[in-house]
């Protein structure tokens, strides 16, 4: 079965920037599409981005677009998410997820989740 661990999280203050990494273990066709969630408290789990680990092909929702960045390696099997210019809207516990062939936005298509890596934005 497909592993995948988050780590990166921390305490960062309004625009800073901070890099989490998912590196996934057991890796098949059923998890070609990682994608990046996040939930902030009191809020339901949203998508943030993803990517693919045959074509590439980053997506973004629109509320990190031109601040995050998505990446990959895949001789590290290893996901990237640069956040930059973070704002306190952005503390929320992240999520690396995997499901087969291409990058969605519902949660519910995702079947293999990380447990996660806090992300606090605040002065």
């Known amino acids: 079965q497909v592993q995948l661990v988050e780590s990166g999280g921390g305490l960062v203050q309004p625009g800073d920037s901070l890099r989490l990494s998912c590196t996934a273990s057991g890796r098949t066709l059923s998890s070609n599409a990682m994608g990046w969630f996040r939930q902030a408290p009191g809020k339901e789990r949203e998508f943030v981005g993803g990517?693919?680990?045959?074509?590439?092909?980053?997506v973004y929702a629109d509320s990190v677009k031109g601040r995050f960045t998505i990446s990959r390696d895949n001789a590290k099997n290893t996901v990237y998410l640069q956040m930059n210019t973070l704002k306190a809207e952005d503390t929320a516990v992240y999520y690396c997820?995997?499901?087969?062939?291409?990058?969605?936005?519902?949660?519910?298509?995702?079947?293999?989740w990380g447990q996660g890596t806090q992300v606090t934005v605040s002065s």
């Open positions: 997820a995997a499901r087969p062939f291409v990058v969605t936005t519902q949660i519910y298509d995702y079947q293999y």
């Open positions: 990517i693919t680990w045959s074509g590439g092909n980053p």
